[in-house]
């Protein structure tokens, strides 16, 4: 391709590639966040969850991710929302507000804001995972779908455009001059 053909119109071609570049990093900048999004908190302490069930909503909708944060089950204070291990039939996490924290038997009286009545059995100590400190909305999904080979392979995929576009922008902005 010629020169005066890529410069021709007001510098197309340098706006082309400028559009390219710009997409590209846009498109590798997306995927680093969200990939902090899972990799940062786990470096400082935190659990991540993806709600999967309306117990908590309005506060917390299906889909939010929850960034829950280990400490003394003693601390827990009464309206805190905590995760903890279901029935150890289902093995499932539940984040619920507590309702009583009874330290001296070591056990949570937990229910759903959704619910109607408590949970029918106290939480206890060792099934305590930690307490929920943020809320994402609708971001769990997404994360979760990231972190499966699927969501993995898309992410890279992603990348590579992102770099692709951002060397033919360069070309293109290249060739303008």
Do not use: W
């Not at 038997?105 to 619910?115: I, P, V």
């Not at 060792?126 to 972190?147: A, C, F, H, N, S």
């Not at 590579?160 to 070309?171: C, E, P, S």
């Amino acid at each position: 391709m010629r020169r005066d053909v890529i410069e021709n119109g007001n510098g197309r071609g340098r706006r082309a590639g400028r559009i390219c570049s710009i997409t590209g990093m846009i498109l590798i900048v997306a995927v680093i966040c969200l990939c902090s999004l899972l990799v940062l908190p786990g470096m400082i302490g935190f659990h991540m969850y993806h709600v999967l069930s309306g117990s908590m909503e309005p506060a917390i909708p299906v889909g939010s991710l929850l960034y829950v944060q280990g400490g003394a089950p003693e601390d827990v204070k009464e309206d805190d929302i905590i995760a903890f291990y279901g029935a150890h039939e289902d093995s499932g996490i539940i984040t619920h507000r507590v309702v009583k924290n009874n330290v001296v038997s070591g056990t949570f009286f937990t229910k759903g804001d959704a619910n109607e009545k408590e949970d029918p059995k106290p939480v206890q100590y060792d099934d305590y995972i930690g307490r929920v400190e943020l809320t994402v909305p609708y971001v769990g999904k997404v994360l979760t779908i990231m972190t499966s080979v699927t969501g993995k392979i898309a992410a890279a995929l992603v990348v590579g455009i992102g770099v692709v576009l951002n060397l033919i922008g360069g070309r293109i902005g290249n060739m303008g001059e």
